[in-house]
């Protein structure tokens, strides 16, 4: 019965995106399922996740919460789109090599050091180092699949780059100058520069037309691949207790973070492209602020109106040309 109604809503979703003619069904199209919004969406969903590991971090091992993140995204995939799956199979076995290395960049060595690293290290310095990944998205595109960036693009990202440093640095260099980087740092930055390897060539690899299947594939692949890890270190750390805490945590990381919001995250990479869509990756720390203000009282100050705004403007920039592929 679950089954059916998860497939019965997914074909209701698609098929409603697909009424062009429709008034409501443009409205949906044009601006719920557009390729901005989806990328807005994403991040804010994935910002919000890192909020969760980071408050779990000494109760919850981070491989264990990325085996059951991943997992529970696996069971959803299959129960909403079985059918789809089943009919493309014969074509996710002939793409298996890429896949399993869009696995392995996407989530075995992209979400498991992230995930790590947000045990190990600060907020702050996991900002700072995710703002290269949409840098590393183009000088990747640019050297390995050959895309020609224009000099506005290049002006955008330089943009977000610096209206997010504003944000992390809060208007003062010293903070910048005085970050201590640690064991955590290499773990998050291994997982940037994965996730800028994927999103580079996220339109080369199979099923590139139809991203959910694509990323219930990888996820497939990256269960399996993920596996001798999560035995590896459930047999070597200390026994901890299933919370409900934990459970919720792995809920929402796998349904939210990892369905929902990388659906909208690969259908708005798969619409813009790496150089138009990667700058949308400075919002992490933008609603990382916003959460703090409307959560934790924090407050709002002009140094943070200022890279918003700059970081907007990036995205704008960089946005408006598309990529030429030469």
Aim: glycine share 8%; with cysteine; charged share 10%.
């Amino acid at each position: 019965m679950a089954l059916t109604v998860g497939r019965q809503a997914f074909r209701l979703i698609h098929v409603t995106s697909l009424k062009h003619s429709a008034p409501f069904g443009a409205f949906v199209t044009r601006w719920l399922f557009g390729p901005a919004m989806c990328a807005i969406l994403g991040m804010l969903i994935w910002a919000l996740g890192y909020v969760v590991v980071r408050e779990l971090r000494f109760d919850v091992p981070p491989v264990w919460l990325s085996f059951w993140r991943n997992t529970t995204a696996l069971v959803v995939y299959v129960a909403i789109a079985y059918p789809r799956l089943k009919r493309n199979l014969p074509e996710i076995i002939r793409g298996w090599r890429p896949l399993a290395w869009g696995s392995l960049l996407l989530i075995v060595f992209g979400n498991v050091p992230m995930t790590i690293s947000l045990t190990k290290t600060t907020l702050v310095n996991v900002s700072i180092i995710s703002a290269v990944e949409p840098m590393m998205i183009i000088v990747f595109a640019v050297l390995l699949y050959h895309m020609r960036i224009s000099v506005r693009q290049w002006i955008g990202v330089a943009l977000s780059l610096v209206g997010m440093l504003l944000l992390i640095a809060r208007a003062d260099i010293d903070v910048l100058l005085n970050v201590e980087f640690n064991g955590g740092d290499l773990w998050a930055l291994t997982a940037v520069l994965c996730w800028s390897l994927y999103v580079a060539g996220l339109r080369t690899m199979p099923l590139s037309d139809r991203p959910f299947l694509q990323t219930a594939a990888v996820t497939f692949f990256g269960e399996v691949l993920m596996l001798p890890w999560f035995v590896w270190d459930s047999t070597t750390r200390p026994a901890f207790e299933v919370t409900w805490d934990a459970v919720l945590a792995a809920l929402y990381l796998g349904v939210i973070a990892s369905v929902i919001a990388l659906w909208l995250w690969v259908r708005a990479l798969t619409l813009l492209g790496p150089a138009r869509g990667g700058p949308f990756a400075h919002l992490l720390p933008v609603f990382g602020i916003l959460l703090g203000i409307a959560f934790l009282g924090e407050t709002l100050f002009s140094y943070h109106i200022v890279g918003i705004a700059l970081i907007a403007l990036g995205i704008y920039l960089t946005s408006l040309v598309r990529a030429k592929a030469r």
